[in-house]
């Protein structure tokens, strides 16, 4: 239940505070004077779209700001903790601001949240009517949404099961369409593929080979370089044993030091270990000079081989402009290529498989979408009944609703079924769509008839309506009011009306007014006590607050309401 709205900087009212009660509120107020304002920020506090031209001229922004009366352990309250926000003395705050530059922030129990959580939260909260919601009532989608509503429970477990095999529909029929319009692309890259394949599967590359043959044919190219210098180091580190007489070599030169040394060694260990170092030197000297014999003798000009290599190399040159920077990438290219055409080549047993889930899938979605068609013709049938006897307590006791269920053929998320609202509003006449067979009072009526039996099939706390009484007059208007006040003794009830017969039957009323320069201020919404009822009643009735027939006729009505009460 909404206790308390605050508006600021909205409309013509500059500042305003609604204290609201359980039951039946009712606001009135001079043409003008911004009692639509009052449901266009309980629009704006729930989610509500936002308006910058709406905002006050001068005012930066507008700020509505509602305390709500919600249940401790209800799902509202879940939300709000789990958006991070708190009640305040078991009060839930709501504030919706919208900037002059278009601009809007909403905040819920104290903490920022965006407006989407407004809008879900809403649905539990109140159902706000204004006069474009009627006009949004002609929609077909609408149509459908309110008597879903109506079906409740009932439709619960078969939409689930028509939503599971829709969206699997919807997926198994776009991987055939991709699978068939295709085929080509995939064909041709299948045989891409396949050719790449056969190219590396004929060179046969291992893995690193490019690496060792590129070291190979650097070394077969420069053979001779490189066992002429292996040569003459051996020479320089050993000397040469097919000279004619010993030349000074490294080897030689070590050991003259260390024997120059080991003479005197035992006079001092510090030129005895210097002695040693030279040993170990000899050692290594000679053991390099060696393997520098080996090497030379290994190394060898063979143009037959370097011809292979270089020609094995030109294939895997060929193999990694194609595929891969290095062998290891062409050899990690065929891998991924090989998954893949394996993928592309069972694509005709994929597409067998895909046609018959898809044949399954549409008969089951037929049946499905049949079940929804069952529930909401028997949801559709009380409907009508409830809706026409509506309107029968309503003033229109000839009138008849009737709700069509036809299936399309054409299956869509909420399934096949095109509902339509239809109303005769007199014996003989035949029923047709609402934006054909109604008038504005009489499509206020039925929006209002349209509430009060979801009132009692999907109950909402708080119901607020704008002009519903639009275009009616007289004893429909005496109807229209006692409705609302029985509508209110389950719910809360807010009205904004011009008529005197509905305002009579409020449990608070409320009057707008405007100051001097033209503003609605905190001051200038008050609730009224039964004298200023009376007056406010007059002037509706007559337009003279002191005309003794309109103070007559007022507190007639007050009495006739109270006695309804």
Not at 187 to 198: K, T, V
């Given at each position: 239940?909404?206790?308390e709205?605050?508006?600021?900087?909205?409309?013509?009212?500059?500042?305003?505070?609604?204290?609201?009660?359980?039951?039946?509120?009712?606001?009135?107020?001079?043409?003008?004077?911004?009692?639509?304002?009052?449901?266009?920020?309980?629009?704006?506090?729930?989610?509500?779209?936002?308006?910058?031209?709406r905002?006050?001229?001068?005012?930066?922004?507008?700020t509505?700001?509602?305390?709500?009366?919600?249940?401790?352990?209800?799902?509202?309250?879940?939300?709000?903790?789990?958006?991070?926000?708190?009640?305040?003395?078991?009060?839930?705050?709501?504030?919706?601001?919208?900037?002059?530059?278009?601009?809007?922030?909403?905040?819920?129990?104290?903490?920022?949240?965006?407006v989407?959580?407004?809008i879900?939260?809403?649905?539990?909260?109140?159902?706000?009517?204004?006069?474009?919601?009627?006009?949004?009532?002609?929609?077909?989608?609408?149509?459908?949404?309110?008597?879903?509503?109506?079906?409740?429970?009932?439709?619960?477990?078969?939409?689930?099961?028509?939503?599971?095999?829709?969206?699997?529909?919807?997926?198994?029929?776009?991987?055939?369409?991709?699978?068939?319009?295709?085929?080509?692309?995939r064909?041709?890259?299948?045989?891409?593929?396949?050719?790449?394949?056969?190219e590396?599967?004929?060179?046969?590359?291992?893995?690193?080979?490019?690496?060792?043959?590129?070291?190979?044919?650097?070394?077969?190219?420069?053979?001779?370089?490189?066992?002429?210098?292996?040569?003459?180091?051996?020479?320089?580190?050993?000397?040469?044993?097919?000279?004619?007489?010993?030349?000074?070599?490294?080897?030689?030169?070590?050991?003259?030091?260390?024997?120059?040394?080991?003479?005197?060694?035992?006079?001092?260990?510090?030129?005895a270990?210097?002695?040693?170092?030279?040993?170990?030197?000899?050692?290594?000297?000679?053991?390099?000079?060696?393997?520098?014999?080996?090497?030379?003798?290994?190394?060898?000009?063979?143009?037959?081989?370097?011809?292979?290599?270089?020609?094995?190399?030109?294939?895997?040159?060929?193999?990694?402009?194609?595929?891969?920077?290095?062998?290891?990438?062409?050899?990690?290219?065929?891998r991924r290529?090989?998954?893949?055409l394996?993928?592309?080549?069972?694509?005709?047993?994929?597409?067998?498989?895909?046609?018959?889930?898809?044949?399954?899938?549409?008969?089951?979605?037929?049946?499905?979408?049949?079940?929804?068609?069952?529930?909401?013709?028997?949801?559709?049938?009380?409907?009508?009944?409830?809706?026409?006897?509506?309107?029968?307590?309503?003033?229109?006791?000839?009138?008849?609703?009737?709700?069509?269920?036809?299936?399309?053929?054409e299956?869509?998320?909420?399934?096949?079924?095109?509902?339509?609202?239809?109303?005769?509003?007199?014996?003989?006449?035949?029923?047709?769509?609402?934006h054909?067979?109604?008038s504005?009072?009489?499509?206020?009526?039925?929006?209002?008839?349209?509430?009060?039996?979801?009132?009692?099939?999907?109950?909402?706390?708080?119901?607020?309506?704008?002009?519903?009484?639009?275009?009616?007059?007289?004893?429909?208007?005496?109807?229209?009011?006692?409705?609302?006040?029985?509508?209110?003794?389950?719910?809360?009830?807010?009205?904004?009306?011009?008529?005197?017969?509905?305002?009579?039957?409020?449990?608070?009323?409320?009057?707008?007014?405007?100051?001097?320069?033209?503003?609605?201020?905190?001051?200038?919404?008050?609730?009224?006590?039964?004298?200023?009822?009376?007056?406010?009643?007059?002037?509706?009735?007559?337009?003279?607050?002191?005309?003794?027939?309109?103070?007559?006729?007022?507190?007639?009505?007050?009495?006739?309401?109270?006695?309804?009460?």
């Open positions: 239940m909404v206790d709205v605050r508006i600021q900087g909205l409309g013509v009212i500059d500042e305003a505070v609604l204290d609201l009660s359980p039951g039946f509120n009712v606001v009135t107020g001079e043409t003008g004077a911004g009692k639509t304002m009052v449901v266009t920020s309980l629009g704006l506090l729930f989610g509500g779209r936002a308006d910058p031209q905002v006050r001229p001068g005012a930066g922004k507008a509505i700001e509602g305390r709500l009366v919600v249940d401790a352990g209800g799902r509202v309250v879940e939300r709000v903790e789990e958006a991070g926000g708190e009640l305040d003395d078991g009060m839930l705050i709501v504030t919706r601001s919208v900037s002059a530059e278009g601009r809007s922030r909403a905040f819920l129990g104290g903490r920022s949240v965006p989407s959580l407004l879900n939260l809403a649905d539990d909260l109140v159902a706000v009517h204004g006069q474009s919601d009627q006009q949004r009532l002609l929609q077909a989608g609408r149509q459908r949404g309110a008597l879903d509503r109506y079906a409740g429970g009932a439709l619960t477990k078969p939409m689930r099961a028509y939503t599971r095999a829709y969206q699997r529909h919807r997926q198994v029929t776009a991987l055939l369409e991709e699978l068939t319009t295709r085929s080509r692309e064909s041709q890259e299948a045989e891409l593929l396949r050719f790449g394949l056969e590396i599967e004929k060179v046969d590359p291992k893995p690193g080979e490019d690496a060792e043959l590129a070291a190979e044919e650097e070394r077969l190219g420069h053979a001779d370089a490189l066992r002429g210098a292996a040569d003459a180091a051996h020479e320089a580190l050993l000397g040469d044993p097919a000279a004619a007489f010993e030349a000074a070599n490294v080897v030689s030169l070590l050991g003259t030091a260390r024997n120059a040394l080991d003479a005197v060694r035992d006079h001092d260990p510090e030129l270990g210097l002695a040693d170092r030279l040993a170990e030197a000899g050692y290594l000297v000679s053991d390099v000079g060696t393997d520098l014999a080996s090497y030379a003798e290994s190394v060898d000009a063979d143009p037959a081989r370097l011809a292979a290599v270089q020609e094995r190399r030109a294939e895997l040159t060929a193999l990694t402009r194609k595929h891969g920077e290095t062998i290891d990438g062409v050899l990690e290219w065929a290529s090989a998954a893949r394996t993928e592309l080549e069972g694509d005709d047993g994929r597409i067998e498989e895909l046609t018959a889930e898809h044949a399954e899938l549409t008969e089951r979605l037929a049946a499905e979408a049949a079940e929804l068609s069952a529930v909401r013709a028997r949801a559709a049938e009380r409907f009508s009944a409830a809706v026409t006897a509506e309107l029968t307590a309503l003033a229109m006791p000839h009138a008849r609703v009737e709700v069509t269920v036809a299936q399309t053929g299956y869509g998320p909420h399934g096949a079924d095109e509902v339509e609202v239809r109303l005769a509003p007199h014996p003989g006449a035949p029923p047709l769509p609402l054909k067979g109604a504005g009072g009489e499509l206020s009526r039925v929006m209002l008839a349209i509430e009060v039996v979801f009132a009692g099939a999907d109950p909402v706390p708080t119901f607020v309506f704008d002009e519903v009484d639009a275009g009616v007059g007289g004893k429909a208007a005496v109807e229209i009011g006692r409705r609302l006040a029985r509508l209110a003794r389950n719910a809360q009830v807010i009205v904004v009306t011009h008529l005197p017969q509905v305002a009579a039957f409020a449990d608070q009323h409320l009057l707008v007014e405007k100051s001097d320069d033209g503003t609605v201020t905190r001051s200038g919404v008050t609730a009224l006590d039964r004298e200023g009822r009376v007056r406010e009643l007059s002037r509706m009735l007559a337009g003279l607050e002191d005309s003794e027939l309109g103070r007559a006729h007022a507190e007639e009505l007050l009495e006739l309401a109270a006695e309804e009460r």
